[in-house]
């Protein structure tokens, strides 16, 4: 892998580089996902319906989706670490702002230039940490993204709590000192990165066309991403309308959510490796079957449960299978490959909180549910027609 041609710090340093990447995932994740367990004191803070203030979910993900190839190109002859100090400085500048915004367009208007901040993140910190280490550059992504897991378990949870014994302003303000407290980290434990495999924007969009594998990637993705985020946006509002559901209930479910992403993440980093294809069908399978779970005995607290740890053990798997694919397909334009993935990743969040938001106001709260397992059967149709095309993905998911 191309990416990986950098100068080899001391194993130490270099770990403690991979951890300051996976801090900078756990508060990019956990400031574009807070609105998730905010989203009821956030709509009546604002002034705003819970179908309108979703909007804050999906603004952020478009964003974070349509800039990207553009910002990495663009910045591709910008050392690494520089930059991704400088996209945590816009992350604790935005988080204070919206902290503090006094109306509900101030907040979509910031959280609009953070998902700018957020995509290209996401488009060069696993490569970042594979560089770091090249020679366990599978274990480095694996860990790189468990800072996904962590925000969902400790993050989200913790920021909900948080919002519940104060107020959901409070929330904003420690992640914008989180965000700080991490740009000095990276400032200190990431040495210079300076960028090797960024192409041109004509060339990052042409990848696609010529590349068969990557194209069919995207598509699978994108399919279970708008699953994913059509229900999961409104998963709050959900638990307290079919099972009357309290906010210290609420707290503990999405801490099994993220529970049960951690272990996903975990348990595919082992199986990945042997059978990528096969690991990413049963984690969309997963996703199908927790869903309609949640629809069938999602109305008393244990039903909640077992639905929502299957849902997160089932998304961890399937988001680390994901970069492994992505790594596959294009070992050598991994960054540029990945700016496609985070626009398409992330436009379908966007999508998906604005389709499930339609539905939650027009069809009602399951709606938003039913559409999430429509949409993830599909990614599973798609995961499963891949596995009868040529099986090589299994040995070019082992990164040089």
Known sequence: MSSSSTASPSSSRAWLGVAAITASLFVFVTT???????????????????????????????????????????????????????????????????????????VLATRLIMGFAHGVFWAIGVSMATRLVPDQASRAAAVVLSGMSIGTVVGVPLGTFIADLTDWRTTFTIWAGLSAVVCLLVAAAVPSLPSTDAIPVREIFLLPVRNGRLRAVMITVTLYVLGHF???????????????????????LLIVFGVGGAAGNFAAAHTVTRNMKATFVVSCAGLVVSLLLLLLVGNHAAGLAVSVALWGIAFGAANLCQVNMILAAAPDAFE??????????????????????????????????WFG?????????????????????EAAARPA
């Not at 964003?63 to 100090?85: H, K, M, N, Q, Y």
């Not at 709050?236 to 707290?251: K, N, Y």
């Not at 436009?347 to 069809?363: C, E, P, Q, R, T």
């Not at 990614?379 to 090589?392: E, G, H, K």
């Open 230 to 252: 059509g229900a999961y946006t409104f998963i709050r509002p959900f638990m307290e309308g079919q099972a009357a559901a309290s906010p210290g209930l609420i707290t503990i």
């Open 32 to 106: 574009e996902l807070m609105p998730v367990g905010l989203l009821t004191p956030m709509s009546g803070g604002l002034a705003v319906s819970v179908g309108i203030a979703g909007m804050v979910v999906t603004g952020y993900g478009v964003s974070a989706g349509v800039g990207v190839p553009f910002i990495v190109a663009w910045t591709r002859r910008v050392d690494r670490r520089a930059l991704l100090a400088a996209l945590l400085v816009v992350l604790a500048a935005g988080n204070l702002i919206t902290a503090h915004s006094p109306d509900f367009v101030v």
């Open 336 to 369: 540029a490959a990945m700016s496609l993935n985070t626009m398409g990743y992330n436009i379908s969040i966007a999508l998906g909180a604005l389709l499930g938001g339609l539905f939650a106001n027009n069809v009602g709260l399951t709606g938003a549910m």
């Open 373 to 393: 397992v429509g949409l993830t059967a599909a990614a599973l149709a798609s995961a499963f027609a891949s596995m009868r095309t040529a099986p090589a993905d």
